[in-house]
Nanobody
Framework: QVQLVESGGGLVQAGDSLKLSCAASGRTFSTYTMGWFRQAPGKEREFVATISMGGANTRYLDSVKGRFTISRDNAKRTLYLQMNSLKPEDTAVYYC???????????????WGQGAQVTVSS
């Protein structure tokens, strides 16, 4: 089992940067694909980015490509999401999650953090 705790959310202005972190408990972090998802008020939770166990493979939501970067440090059992050139439409609660498969499908992620609020003002 994996327990996940996000941090680093906050209120920023459009064009600013923010870096989210997700700390994992347990010794099996390196055996999971990790992902970032987000949910805006009144909307479905959506995929943002995913990274394979060793970090060699990544996938992104089209609207964040070139602005967001997902990375991981398996020695520190920590997942990151560097978010640059933030836009008001990026406002959401951001969740990290763990899966046994390299996938963008929300339903295939088994463990979830509690979420971190990111608010981007115009």
């Amino acid at each position: 089992q994996v327990q996940l705790v996000e941090s680093g959310g906050g209120l920023v202005q459009a064009g600013d940067s923010l870096k989210l972190s997700c700390a994992a408990s347990g010794r099996t972090f390196s055996t999971y694909t990790m992902g970032w998802f987000r949910q805006a008020p009144g909307k479905e939770r959506e995929f943002v980015a995913t990274i394979s166990m060793g970090g060699a493979n990544t996938r992104y939501l089209d609207s964040v490509k070139g602005r967001f970067t997902i990375s991981r440090d398996n020695a520190k059992r920590t997942l990151y999401l560097q978010m640059n050139s933030l836009k008001p439409e990026d406002t959401a609660v951001y969740y990290c999650a763990a899966s046994r498969q390299f996938t963008m499908a929300t339903r295939l992620y088994d463990y979830w953090g509690q979420g971190a609020q990111v608010t981007v003002s115009s």
